[in-house]
């Protein structure tokens, strides 16, 4: 075999298997003769970078009734898997608020419609995390909005936060908008409001379009209106990793 001439291998992107933390590929190689009766032994495992990322471009993500479509183009050549994110609506849950100060208060009160689903929703959140509040009201709005204080121990249940302002109001009455994950969020906070979708495959197209339906409650009544989507390059362990991210879409309200 040592006299045999050894031929350069190339490996196409497209069969590259799902990227390490890192955006890194495992390789280990062995060599055959011409005539496949003789190899060498496998090699170490050697860790090297991955491709490099090209962004997403237009990425939007567009909903009709309970369908939701993710819509991204770039020119990878690769899966890629995607991530969701359903921000809590405050009309599905009739919710009050409250501010004082900075203090910034949505609470829900237990005898409301859906409000079983309450302490499900507010376990996602503890205490440091950050949120972005919209569409509320001008003094509870805001991006990037600290939590200070969970409860779902007794009604009625809330998040608290501190805002950007020092403005107080108190409303008695339901009242409308949508908080959730704030963009800037930590990655190990996105890894607990981002829930694994689906793999999407390799097309050859720089256009893809991914058409989902959104979770649905208990009752067969739509759970969300609004959701978050990020897109990442596939990886081994199916979990948010910023290395591999190329888009976080855009919240869509339909």
Not at 148 to 158: C, F, G, H, I, R
């Amino acid at each position: 075999m040592a006299e045999q001439q050894i031929f350069e291998a190339k490996i196409a992107t497209s069969s590259f298997p799902p990227r390490l933390s890192g955006n890194k590929l495992a390789l280990r190689y062995k060599v055959n003769s011409s005539d496949l009766n003789q190899s060498t032994p496998w090699s170490p495992v050697y860790y090297i970078d991955g491709p490099t990322r090209v962004n997403a471009t237009a990425n939007t993500i567009n909903g009709s009734g309970t369908k939701i479509t993710i819509d991204w183009k770039d020119t990878n050549v690769c899966n890629y898997d995607l991530f969701v994110s359903y921000p809590i609506e405050l009309a599905m849950y009739p919710a009050r608020i409250n501010s004082v100060g900075f203090v910034k208060t949505i609470y829900f009160l237990s005898a409301e419609a859906q409000s079983a689903f309450i302490p499900e929703e507010l376990a996602n959140f503890k205490v440091g995390d950050l949120i972005d509040v919209v569409s509320i009201n001008n003094s509870l709005n805001g991006v990037d909005m600290t939590v200070t204080n969970v409860n779902l121990a007794t009604s009625p249940y809330y998040i608290q936060y501190t805002g950007d302002s020092s403005n107080s109001t108190a409303n008695t009455t339901e009242t409308g908008g949508y908080f959730g994950i704030a963009a800037n969020a930590t990655s190990e906070q996105n890894s607990r409001h981002y829930g694994y979708l689906a793999k999407y495959p390799l097309t050859g197209e720089e256009e893809k379009t991914y058409t989902f339906q959104s979770a649905i409650s208990k009752n067969g009544v739509s759970r969300y209106g609004i959701v978050k989507a990020i897109v990442q390059i596939e990886g081994v362990d199916k979990s948010i990793d910023p290395s591999l991210q190329i888009a976080n879409t855009i919240v869509n309200v339909f």
